[in-house]
């Protein structure tokens, strides 16, 4: 098992400029700076939760081939943090009509509206589909959309694609994941996992470290 970033890098960040972060883009690549971050990504939610929960934009996306990082040396990407619509694999993958190079597979519950038990199948049939745009994947343990997921068949179709997954240290942090389901899925895939914090506030930047000690205390990290 490989462990794709360091701890000076995140690659799931939320801001307000797009969707539920608490900190504008420059403010949190301000802050990254202060801490020692070398990479971040900012992977906002997609038009489906935005519209769902009906998040007020602070931005233009078609801006962002204007936006420069005048703050410091981080290197700042953007992505999405696309949904799963339906059992066809379809999903939303766009911000503002704009999509992005760096895509996350998530599974929200008031996103995707179908029968769960079927949700390992959506999966599936998302990963075919998307699986040249998809970054890491996430969700497939976390609490509230698992129930019914067969991480076994998930994890053979990444594998297939060499496609990651994702340690969530906020929800880690929270207790919102099924880590033993995490335990299960993780020496199954092939791809390695990233440690990210998804950020929504500063505080959750310090998360981190609790998720590269759990990794450690599973014997992948020296």
């Known amino acids: 098992m490989k462990v794709l970033n360091t ?8 801001s307000l400029n797009y969707s539920d972060g608490m900190n504008t883009i420059d403010e949190i690549v301000q802050y990254a700076g202060k801490i020692g971050m070398k990479k971040i990504a ?9 519209d769902k929960e009906k998040f ?11 936006r420069k990082n005048v703050h410091n040396e981080v290197e700042v990407i953007f992505g999405v943090e696309w949904d799963l619509l ?15 190079e760096f895509c996350i597979l998530v599974c929200h519950k008031d996103i995707y ?6 949700i390992t199948q959506a999966y599936i049939n998302a990963i075919h589909k998307y699986h040249d745009k998809i970054k890491f994947i996430w969700h497939i343990y976390k609490k509230d959309t ?3 997921l067969d991480v076994e068949a998930v994890a053979k179709v990444l594998n297939q ?4 997954i994702e340690l969530n240290c906020s929800n880690l942090d929270t207790g919102r994941d099924d880590i033993e389901k995490f335990k299960k899925i993780l020496p199954l895939i092939e791809a390695g996992v990233y440690v990210n ?7 959750d930047f310090s998360k981190r470290q609790a998720g590269f000690d759990f990794l450690k205390e599973q014997g992948y990290l020296s």
Request: net charge negative; with cysteine; charged share 25%.
């Open 7 to 14: 701890i000076h890098e995140d690659y799931h960040i939320h």
């Open 42 to 50: 900012i992977t906002d939610h997609s038009q489906a939760t935005i």
């Open 56 to 66: 007020c934009f602070k931005s233009w996306r078609s801006s962002l081939r204007r």
């Open 86 to 100: 339906d059992e066809e694999g379809n999903c939303c993958f766009d911000i503002q009509w704009k999509e992005s």
């Open 113 to 118: 509206q179908w029968d769960w038990k079927n």
């Open 146 to 148: 698992s129930e019914y």
């Open 161 to 164: 694609y060499q496609i990651p």
């Open 197 to 203: 914090s998804d950020a929504h506030t500063f505080y």
